[in-house]
T-cell receptor, first 110, second 111 residues
C-alpha cells in the first residue's frame, strides 16, 4: 500500500519559533488532511483541504493543498509547549481510500 | 456525547491466542476502519467497512479478521496467524461529509 513521504521526520524547536512540515505523494489526491497525535492517543483532525491551491488556517496552524494535488504543507506559527506531538498528513483519492504519512515528531523546548 | 470508543486501552496476549479488539461508534457513520501503528511508521490499513455486513481487506489484512454485523460496531480479531501483533491499533469512522474520526487506540502486547 502507498505511504506518503512526510518530512522532516522529527523537529526540535524553541518555544515561539515557527514550524513547517510537508507531505508529498506520487499519486494525485482530491483531499489532504492534517492530524495531530498525542502520545498513547488517537489522531485528532486539525485541518482538511479539498481544493488544489486551497490555503486554510485554524488558529496558529496554516495548511495548503498543492497545485499539483500531490503535496501539502502545514505551518505552525509561534509554537507553544502543547504543540508537542506527532503530526500526520493523509490523502484521500477518488476511490475514498486514505493514505497516511509517516509522521513528524515535534518537540518544543520551553 | 457522540464519539468512537475503543476497548480495552491495553491488552496482553499470549502467543498462539486470538484476541478481539472492540470499536463502537455512536456517530451514525457508515464507514469504519482499522489501522495498525508501529513506531516510526504511519498508519497502515488493516480492514475497512463501508456498510453493514460488508468489509474489505486493507494493505496488511493477513492474520486479522473483522465483522460488521451492526452499524455501530466493527470488532477486530488478531489471530494466532499474525506473527508480530505487538502494535498500537486505531479504529476510525466517517460518513460522506465528515473526515475520519479516530478512537483512543488499543495497545496490544504479546507476552
Amino acid at each position: 500500500g502507498q505511504q506518503l513521504n512526510q518530512s522532516p521526520q522529527s523537529m526540535f524547536i524553541q518555544e515561539g519559533e515557527d514550524v513547517s512540515m510537508n507531505c508529498t505523494s506520487s499519486s494525485i489526491f482530491n483531499t489532504w488532511l492534517w492530524y495531530k497525535q498525542d502520545p498513547g492517543e488517537g489522531p485528532v483532525l486539525l485541518i482538511a483541504l479539498y481544493k488544489a491551491g486551497e490555503l486554510t488556517s485554524n488558529g496558529r496552524l496554516t495548511a495548503q493543498f498543492g497545485i499539483t494535488r500531490k503535496d501539502s504543507f502545514l505551518n505552525i506559527s509561534a509554537s507553544i509547549p502543547s504543540d508537542v506531538g506527532i503530526y500526520f498528513c493523509a490523502g484521500r483519492n477518488t476511490g475514498n481510500q486514505f493514505y497516511f504519512g509517516t509522521g513528524t515528531s515535534l518537540t518544543v523546548i520551553p | 456525547d457522540g464519539g468512537i470508543t475503543q476497548s480495552p486501552k491495553y491488552l496482553f496476549r499470549k502467543e498462539g491466542q486470538n484476541v478481539t479488539l472492540s470499536c463502537e461508534q455512536n456517530l451514525n457513520h457508515d464507514a469504519m476502519y482499522w489501522y495498525r501503528q508501529d513506531p516510526g511508521q504511519g498508519l497502515r490499513l488493516i480492514y475497512y467497512s463501508q456498510i453493514v455486513n460488508d468489509f474489505q481487506k486493507g494493505d496488511i489484512a493477513e492474520g486479522y479478521s473483522v465483522s460488521r454485523e451492526k452499524k455501530e460496531s466493527f470488532p477486530l480479531t488478531v489471530t494466532s496467524a499474525q506473527k508480530n501483533p505487538t502494535a498500537f491499533y486505531l479504529c476510525a469512522s466517517r460518513d460522506r461529509v465528515t473526515e475520519a474520526f479516530f478512537g483512543q487506540g488499543t495497545r496490544l502486547t504479546v507476552v
